[in-house]
């Protein structure tokens, strides 16, 4: 059988992240493109030459043209500009919205049947945009927020507790911005809600409360120590993990910006919700029940996002 192809649309921090992951895992042969003439070829060939030492063995090929992104299994869309110290995810809109438009023409007219995974900010407004110029079926094109939001709240609790990330799970709804949702009830640490570990003495409810603050600010954190751009190692990983749910028919639960119909009372938009991811792409949407203020605060993410995607509409009448 032919190994998977995998399009990284954008060469930059993150996708030059995500080529070097999905090479060391042999998800499949990379495509690294980008409009940037001689980056993503440069960044092939430097990747490849990984492959002798840490033991992969996967083709690596850097291109301009959307011709080489021809059937390729899996999309991952970093294109775009990221955001600098001060700037919030939605002063991104006006840029990114463009190249989203090139992009979802490019994946429509050479890779209709891939899963498209958008990364690039502000995430629920440019994967809703991403869809409407490619045509896709919504299923097949999903966000990548809730696998970072949750891993960034996972790791500030482990830190509170001193116990090992991995028997940290959280959970977080909403949009990828500062409106986001996350949920203590359905975190655990050791399949114990964070709640209860309030309540048994573990940490208190002040300073969950400053954890659940830092998750929000969670990229700004990073932004304002790099001050030349966000972040993009876990932002990379997040991504893969995607991917590779969807490559294998994994049917993971992972948080992710998926098309939501029905559910939580909405009537056909991108947000972050749970989701299963297999080889249908998105197969399902989780709904779980939502006490009052929780559903407070995801009416507001819901808004935020709705807000954006109407000022995409302003920019670009072809949305509208
Ligand atoms: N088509 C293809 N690639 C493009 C286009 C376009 N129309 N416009 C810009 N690019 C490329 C740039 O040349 C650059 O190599 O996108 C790449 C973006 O890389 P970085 O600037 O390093 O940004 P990165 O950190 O990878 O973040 C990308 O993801 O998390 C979000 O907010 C972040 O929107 C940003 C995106």
Known sequence: MARPKIALIGAGQIGGTLAHIAAQKELG???????????????ALDLAQCG?????????????????????????????????????????LGINLKVMKSVGEGIAKYAPNAFVICITNPLDAMVWALREFSGLPHEKV????????????????????????????????????DTMVPLTRYSTVGGINLPDL???????QEKLDAIVQRTRDGGAEIVGLLKT???????????????????KDQKRVLPAAAYVKGAYGLDGM????????????????????LNDEEKAMLDKSIDAVKGLVA?????????A
């Not at 790791?155 to 709804?173: I, P, T």
């Not at 991108?270 to 029940?289: C, D, M, N, S």
């Open 29 to 43: 042969d990379v495509i690294l493109f980008d409009i940037a003439e001689g980056v993503p070829q440069g960044k």
């Open 52 to 92: 002798p030492v840490e033991g992969f063995d996967v083709a690596l090929k850097g291109a301009n043209s959307y011709e080489d992104i021809a059937g390729a299994d899996v999309c991952i869309v970093t294109a775009g500009v990221p955001r600098k110290p001060g700037m919030s995810r939605d002063d991104l």
């Open 142 to 177: 999903v966000g990548m927020a809730g696998v970072l939001d949750s891993a960034r709240f996972r790791h500030f609790l482990s830190l509170e507790f001193g116990v090992s990330m991995r028997d940290v799970s959280a959970f977080v709804l909403g949009g990828h911005g």
């Open 198 to 204: 309030v309540a048994m003495g573990w940490t208190t």
């Open 229 to 247: 751009g966000s972040a993009f190692y876990a932002p990379a990983a997040s991504a893969i993990e995607m991917a590779e749910a969807y490559l």
């Open 270 to 289: 991108y947000v972050g919700v749970p989701t299963v991811i297999g080889a249908g792409g998105i197969e399902r949407v989780v709904e779980i029940k």
């Open 311 to 319: 000022a995409c509409k302003g920019i670009d009448s072809s949305l």
